[in-house]
Structures are given as C-alpha cells and as structure tokens.
C-alpha cells in the first residue's frame, strides 16, 4: 500500500488530540477526544482512492432487489411534499436506480460520482450526471429541494466539506436525507476490529451522536435520526465464518431480505428487533433526515 496524507486534526471540532482506538492490518482508526469522532489516521493518496472505488462492478444486467426500491419509493413519497424547484441531487448514485425511481415520480434529477465506472453507467441510462467532487460541479445556490447521500459520507476524506457545500446549493428548508454505517453498532461491538467496516475505502466512522453534531455544525437541524438492521450474513463472515461458497453472499442476503418481507412472523420479529436496535441506538446503518435552517457564509476545505 502506497504512503499515505497525513491527517493531524479532527474534521468535526479541528483538535488535534486524539488516542488510538483500533489497529487493523495497514489502518489505525483514532478517537478524538474532544467530540468523539472516530477516524483513519491517514488517508489513503487520492489515486489508490480512486482505484478502491472502481473496483466495483455496476452492471445495467445485475437488477436491483426489489426491497431496495421499494425503500426508494418510501422516501420519495416522503419528501413530496418539499417540491419547489422540482430538484433532487443523488451523490454518490451508484447505479442510479434512486435517481431512475426518483425521475418516474417527475422530479428533475442530478448525480455526482467519483466513480468513472458508475459515471459511464449513469450515462447510459440516460441520467443527467456529474463525474468528480461535488465542490467541482459549481451548482446554484438554493438549487436543490432534496439532497440524498446512501452510504457515502464514510468515504469521503473531508465529509464536513461536503456537508457545507450542501448547505450552499440546498435551499432554505430544504431536505438532506443520508445513510452511513454505525460505528457503535451491535456489530461492532461484538466482533471488534474484524468488523467488514472498517477497511481501507472509509475513511470516517460515524455514531448518531458525531453525525448529528456534524449536522449541527453546518447549518441542519435533524428532524429524525434513526439506527436499526442488522446484517446477519455479513456479521457471520466478518467474524471468520464462511457459510457461502463464492459468489453466493449477496444472493443469499437478497434472498433472505425478501423472505422477511414476505412473511408476516418474520418481518413482526424484524420490527421488534429494530424497536430495541433504535432505543439503544446500536443497529448497523444510521439514518439520517434532516432540514437545511441556516445559511453558511464560509467556505470549507
């Protein structure tokens, strides 16, 4: 592994004192002590970043599960009712089936990506998408009525950049809805540092804490903070025990996915499961639906 850019200080409140709290292989994650914000001690060069995030394989074959959209679908009817200039930005897009879902229901779609291989696909599908940082896309201010971040602020390298650029092209009021894993999640907790996470594309690991106080910092108000699921499939590998033979992992968790939907006893114990992941807020995934309710006049790194 190449050298990597050394990170002093602490992203969310800009202190440089921090303890080590995880060595795994070539990655040390630090703690800050101050705010509590869990990060790498250094980041990976901007190239072998880049070639981390275009291993990935996006294929218009490989359809997306049917939960997934379905998932998309909620959202979309939740935030109806913030059309005002129609706008909605997906970074991150992956795929783009968010911003197909969301083009159906007639909002007028952008993306950002920093993977050519997700940028080439997005274009073929005919979306209306940007390859690169989102700083450099230079939208308007006020442009967007929503803004959707899924798992993606745990790659970045300067995420509280990222989220004061949203402040600037969100409208007042306007919606930022994000997906990031949870760092103090039952997963975690249990397995340690063999926890899949933490591996060297993530850069920053949030709680619901740091990433409602990350909000706070730029101009948001969290409206609603949710932390629920947990991956069972994943959490068995993660701890050293194979039950897949290859290729067999992300089938076998679709599968299980839609037989939960399916079956009501299953998908009341799911329900259940998530009451008690959000009272203590220890599920895999943090979700995050917030309000923009203060301009910002300075510009981040």
Excluded at 119 to 135: A, H, S, T
Aim: with cysteine; glycine share 8%; hydrophobic share 35%.
């Amino acid at each position: 592994m190449k050298a990597r850019n050394n990170l002093p200080k602490c992203g969310l409140c800009d202190t440089g004192d921090t303890k080590t709290l995880i060595r795994k292989g070539p990655l040390t994650l630090v703690k800050c002590r101050k705010c509590g914000m869990v990060f790498v001690k250094s980041f990976l060069s901007k190239d072998e970043a880049a070639r981390i995030h275009d291993y990935l394989s996006y294929s218009k074959s490989d359809p997306p599960n049917p939960i997934t959209i379905k998932r998309y679908k909620e959202y979309l009817e939740r935030i109806e009712t913030e059309k005002k200039t129609g706008q909605l930005l997906d970074i991150g897009f992956g795929r783009g089936d968010f911003l197909v879902t969301a083009r159906e229901r007639e909002w007028s779609t952008y993306g950002t990506e920093i993977s050519e291989a997700a940028f080439i696909l997005g274009k073929k599908r005919g979306l209306k998408v940007y390859y690169g940082e989102l700083q450099e896309v230079n939208f308007h201010n006020g442009q967007f009525d929503v803004i959707t971040m899924f798992e993606v602020i745990e790659h970045l390298q300067y995420p509280f950049s990222y989220l004061k650029e949203i402040n600037r092209i969100l409208r007042m009021g306007g919606v930022l809805i994000l997906s990031t894993p949870n760092f103090n999640s039952l997963t975690r907790l249990c397995i340690g540092r063999k926890w899949g996470v933490i591996s060297p594309e993530h850069s920053y690991y949030f709680s619901c804490r740091t990433i409602e106080n990350a909000f706070k910092k730029t101009g948001f108000q969290v409206e609603k903070i949710l932390s629920k699921n947990i991956n069972l499939h994943r959490a068995i590998r993660d701890f050293g025990i194979n039950l897949n033979k290859p290729g067999q992992t992300k089938e076998k968790e679709s599968n299980l996915r839609n037989k939960i939907e399916r079956n009501k006893y299953l998908f009341l114990a799911k329900e259940m499961i998530n009451l008690l992941l959000r009272t203590f807020k220890i599920g895999d995934t943090i979700n995050v639906y917030a309000r923009k309710t203060q301009d910002l006049n300075f510009s981040g790194k």
